[in-house]
Each structure stands twice: as C-alpha cells, then as structure tokens.
C-alpha cells in the first residue's frame, strides 16, 4: 500500500457537490460541509482509504435507491471492488466521489432493471389505487378532501419535519418509492424511469402521481393532524 | 371538462412533464373554480420544495454503515487488494 498516495485531509468547512444522477460528472448543486473527503484529486487516494472517507455517503446514495440495508451494503461493496478493479483507469479532473457514486450508480441501476424485469407490473398502474378510492367518488369528484395545513412554511424550519417527511417516503410501496426517488432525488425524465424500472413514461406519470397522494397523505396525518384537529 | 381526480393527476405530472395547452388551461379554469383541487395542487407543490431541501441535506447527513458492515466490506476488500491481479 502506498501511504503517500492518501488524500490529503484539509480541515475546516468545504464544499461537497451534490451529483446528477444522471451524468455524475454534472453537478445539481453543491452544499457546505465540516466534512473532509473531497478534494479534487489527480490520482486516486489509497483504495483502503475509500471505505472511510465515502462509505457513508456511498451507503446513502445506494439505500435512498435500493431501499434495503442489505442490499445496499452489498452494492456499495460491490461498487468499491468494481472501483478497486477500474482504478487504472481513473482519469483525474474529477472527484474521487464523484468517481465512486458513477460506478455504485450502474451497480445500482443493473440491479433495478433485472428487479424490474421480474416484478409484476400490473399492480403498479392498475386502475385501482386504495388511496385514490379513499379521496374520489366513482364519479372522480373529492369524498374526501385535502385536508387544511397549519403552517407549512414553519415545518421547513423544522427538523423533525423532515425526518417525518423521510419517513413518509420510506413508507410508500416499493416501485412507488423507487420511482419517486429516481424523479426527485436524482432527476431522471420519465422515460428514464420507465426503461429502468420495465415500465411505460405514462405509467411512471401515473406511479409519481400515486407517491405523492400518499406521501401528501402520510404527512397530513403525522404532521399537519396534529395542528389542525 | 375534466374531473378532481384527473385534475388531481394533472397536479402531480406538472412537476414530471410539460402539460399541453388544453391542459394547461383546463388545470387553472378548474382549480379557479374547485378549491378541494386548489388546496391540493397547492400542497404537492410545498411537498416539492420540501424534498428539494431534503435531498440537498440527505447528501451529508442520515443513515450510515453499521459498523459490521463496514468491517465486512473492509475484509473483503482487503482481500481483493491482496489479490494480485
Ligand atoms: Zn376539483
């Protein structure tokens, strides 16, 4: 092992770019952190190295996507072995993150397309949605309403908004979640999100739609309830 | 003339795609007349802005590797590395 290749470690406050899913050499934003792990590198840091400074980040990225502990320590796993095996080929004018999530993004997305392929996609758009029979009549006017929200814009300002609004979201089935987190989190089109997920772009519509109902629904309930009845 | 469940839809696949002028017109004729479906239209868009933030915060904080997964992945890829390829 080379010691002298490790990434020199700055401390202090920097800036961590939040990466396109898409293209991950695009960035969508950068944030200000306290953490230490990204520095714009020639060459790659010690490969025993990576684990440390990434592997939550990396870890994140792959449970927001997978949904499943399991499944995304092995994807992270899988994508450090991939990048162990690449390293020749990194070209530098990028971050080593950057570098990393691109490679735990295609183990990713191979393995939602195979899951895609198997999962019965019926149930994902058909015509009957339990939440939208709850909120519409037969005739497709409201039986039960939205309900008021006291102050939503205070609930921005709030932490523990936030950790409900991520509890919402690991609520919602599967594919819906899936499909939800593609959109939002990482900003496929729909076409994307139906080639990944074995589905059409107006059934992803449809899917979308049928997330936020229920993550508009769940947050009424454990949030904005409390405020209003 | 569209009903508050398509109209519902219509408040979701705005965010997804851009909305043909037909619809476009008969989504604000509809929610100028119908506040159920203001009310709602409404809420889907603070859950947007919402998530923008959430997602901005989830990249440097939340869930973490438990520490038996890292020292299993630490294993293994101390053994790949050993591997002389
Ligand atoms: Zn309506």
Redesign the pocket.
Same mark, same amino acid.
């Given at each position: 092992m080379n010691a002298a290749a490790m990434a020199p470690s700055a401390t202090g406050r920097q800036t961590v770019e939040v990466l396109s899913f898409i293209d991950p050499s695009r960035t969508i934003g950068s944030i200000e952190t306290a953490r230490t792990c990204t520095t714009m590198a020639d060459s790659l840091s010690d490969p025993a190295t990576w684990l440390e400074h990434y592997g939550d980040a990396l870890y994140r990225y792959a449970l927001g996507r997978l949904r499943d502990p399991s499944r995304a320590e092995d994807a992270v796993q899988d994508a450090l072995l991939a990048a162990l095996q690449a390293r020749d080929s990194f070209r530098g004018g990028s971050t080593e993150q950057t570098w990393l999530t691109g490679i735990l993004r295609h183990k990713i997305l191979d393995q939602l397309r195979a899951q895609g392929r198997a999962a019965e996609r019926e149930t994902d758009t058909a015509d009957e949605d339990e939440l939208e029979r709850l909120h519409f009549a037969g005739t497709g006017?409201?039986q039960q309403p939205a309900g008021r929200w006291n102050d939503p814009e205070g609930a921005l300002g709030e932490q523990q908004f936030f950790i409900n609004l991520e509890h919402c979201i690991e609520e919602l089935p599967e594919r819906l979640g899936q499909a939800f987190m593609l959109k939002e989190f990482d900003g496929l089109a729909g076409a994307e999100i139906g080639q990944t997920l074995g589905v059409t772009s107006n059934n992803v519509w449809v899917m979308l739609s049928r997330a936020r109902m229920r993550i508009r629904n769940c947050l009424e309930h454990t949030w904005f309830g409390r405020a209003t009845r | 003339m569209m009903? #508050?469940k398509e109209?519902?839809r219509l408040a979701s696949e705005r965010f997804d795609r851009e909305l043909g002028l037909l619809e476009r017109m008969r989504f604000r004729m *509809?929610?100028l007349m #119908?506040h *159920? #479906?203001r009310r709602y239209a409404r809420q889907l868009a603070f859950l947007r802005r919402a998530i923008r933030r959430l997602a901005a915060a989830r990249a440097t904080r939340g869930p973490r590797l438990s520490a038996e997964a890292r020292a299993r992945i630490a294993r293994r890829l101390d053994t790949a590395t050993q591997d002389p390829r």
């Amino acid at each position: 092992m080379n010691a002298a290749a490790m990434a020199p470690s700055a401390t202090g406050r920097q800036t961590v770019e939040v990466l396109s899913f898409i293209d991950p050499s695009r960035t969508i934003g950068s944030i200000e952190t306290a953490r230490t792990c990204t520095t714009m590198a020639d060459s790659l840091s010690d490969p025993a190295t990576w684990l440390e400074h990434y592997g939550d980040a990396l870890y994140r990225y792959a449970l927001g996507r997978l949904r499943d502990p399991s499944r995304a320590e092995d994807a992270v796993q899988d994508a450090l072995l991939a990048a162990l095996q690449a390293r020749d080929s990194f070209r530098g004018g990028s971050t080593e993150q950057t570098w990393l999530t691109g490679i735990l993004r295609h183990k990713i997305l191979d393995q939602l397309r195979a899951q895609g392929r198997a999962a019965e996609r019926e149930t994902d758009t058909a015509d009957e949605d339990e939440l939208e029979r709850l909120h519409f009549a037969g005739t497709g006017s409201w039986q039960q309403p939205a309900g008021r929200w006291n102050d939503p814009e205070g609930a921005l300002g709030e932490q523990q908004f936030f950790i409900n609004l991520e509890h919402c979201i690991e609520e919602l089935p599967e594919r819906l979640g899936q499909a939800f987190m593609l959109k939002e989190f990482d900003g496929l089109a729909g076409a994307e999100i139906g080639q990944t997920l074995g589905v059409t772009s107006n059934n992803v519509w449809v899917m979308l739609s049928r997330a936020r109902m229920r993550i508009r629904n769940c947050l009424e309930h454990t949030w904005f309830g409390r405020a209003t009845r | 003339m569209m009903n #508050c469940k398509e109209i519902s839809r219509l408040a979701s696949e705005r965010f997804d795609r851009e909305l043909g002028l037909l619809e476009r017109m008969r989504f604000r004729m *509809h929610v100028l007349m #119908c506040h *159920h #479906c203001r009310r709602y239209a409404r809420q889907l868009a603070f859950l947007r802005r919402a998530i923008r933030r959430l997602a901005a915060a989830r990249a440097t904080r939340g869930p973490r590797l438990s520490a038996e997964a890292r020292a299993r992945i630490a294993r293994r890829l101390d053994t790949a590395t050993q591997d002389p390829r």
